[in-house]
């Protein structure tokens, strides 16, 4: 394919999965006070009486309920988004890497999926808890704005989503023959430093806490990597 084709291919793939960002946020839309409800539970559970989530401007709510959506078709059209991924460098794939596709595209889903999990789960109301106590130390009742803390849940869940799909592109950069193990273990000390700088700048906010809860978990999946490296490495 020539520049121009490239380029092209990749102006399609980017439409249809805008397109299918759209259609699935339209549908989330007539659910978007359920999903907030889902959103902000990790909050809620750490928030003592009296303190509360509060709107500041008159079309917060309105806005909020956009984003809310908005957010929730993106993770429910993540098949389509990796599937066009796969789109575009299929091209450059031999044609038995091109079959790929459907393991591609679950295990991708799969692990997005599972990170935004894992920090809903188990990383926000860690971090939460932390923040509200904060507060509580300094003698302050807590009243977060809702546009606030749906920008924070969704850098959070968005970060982690995000890096949880390293081993999946490992397994794939390796059956291609652009990594092996034995490269991920010579730069570890270097990946680690890039995981805490990848951390610093992908949580919202600059503390230690909130940046060692998105960097352990990453080095874990780093080290889980250099196994399939190795598992999957080809013949030599």
Same mark, same amino acid.
Request: neutral net charge; glycine residues 6%; hydrophobic residues 55%.
């Given at each position: 394919?020539?520049?121009?084709e490239?380029?092209?291919? +990749?102006?399609?793939?980017?439409?249809? *999965?805008?397109?299918?960002?759209?259609?699935a946020?339209?549908?989330?839309?007539?659910?978007?006070?359920?999903?907030?409800?889902?959103?902000?539970?990790?909050?809620?559970?750490?928030?003592?009486?009296?303190?509360?989530? /509060?709107?500041?401007?008159?079309?917060?709510?309105?806005?909020?309920?956009?984003?809310?959506? +908005?957010?929730?078709?993106?993770?429910?059209?993540?098949?389509?988004?990796f599937?066009? /991924?796969?789109?575009?460098?299929?091209?450059?794939? *031999?044609?038995?890497?091109?079959?790929?596709? +459907?393991?591609?595209?679950?295990?991708?889903?799969?692990?997005?999926?599972?990170g935004?999990?894992?920090?809903?789960?188990?990383?926000l109301?860690?971090?939460?808890?932390?923040f509200?106590?904060?507060?509580?130390?300094?003698?302050?009742?807590?009243?977060?704005?809702?546009?606030?803390?749906?920008?924070?849940?969704?850098?959070?869940?968005?970060?982690?989503?995000?890096?949880?799909?390293?081993p999946?592109?490992?397994?794939?950069?390796?059956?291609?023959?652009?990594?092996?193990?034995?490269?991920?273990?010579? *730069?570890?000390?270097?990946?680690?430093?890039? /995981?805490?700088?990848?951390?610093?700048?992908l949580?919202?906010?600059p503390?230690?806490?909130?940046?060692?809860?998105?960097?352990?978990?990453?080095?874990? +999946?780093?080290?889980?990597?250099?196994?399939?490296?190795?598992?999957?490495?080809?013949?030599e």
């Amino acid at each position: 394919m020539t520049l121009t084709e490239h380029l092209e291919e +990749l102006r399609w793939c980017v439409l249809k *999965s805008i397109l299918a960002v759209v259609l699935a946020s339209g549908i989330c839309y007539f659910f978007s006070d359920a999903i907030f409800a889902f959103v902000v539970a990790p909050l809620r559970q750490n928030l003592q009486p009296g303190q509360n989530l /509060i709107g500041t401007s008159v079309t917060e709510a309105f806005f909020v309920e956009i984003k809310v959506a +908005l957010a929730a078709g993106v993770l429910f059209s993540c098949p389509v988004i990796f599937y066009q /991924i796969w789109r575009f460098v299929a091209p450059g794939l *031999s044609g038995r890497e091109r079959k790929w596709v +459907l393991p591609f595209v679950f295990c991708a889903t799969f692990f997005f999926v599972s990170g935004a999990f894992f920090c809903y789960r188990f990383v926000l109301p860690v971090a939460f808890q932390y923040f509200i106590e904060q507060y509580e130390s300094m003698g302050v009742s807590p009243a977060i704005r809702i546009g606030e803390y749906f920008t924070f849940f969704f850098r959070m869940v968005l970060a982690f989503g995000a890096t949880f799909e390293l081993p999946v592109f490992t397994f794939f950069l390796v059956q291609i023959g652009i990594w092996d193990y034995r490269f991920m273990l010579r *730069s570890f000390r270097y990946a680690i430093v890039a /995981i805490f700088v990848i951390a610093a700048i992908l949580t919202p906010t600059p503390d230690v806490i909130n940046q060692s809860l998105l960097a352990v978990p990453m080095l874990l +999946l780093y080290a889980l990597s250099i196994g399939i490296a190795y598992v999957w490495r080809k013949p030599e």
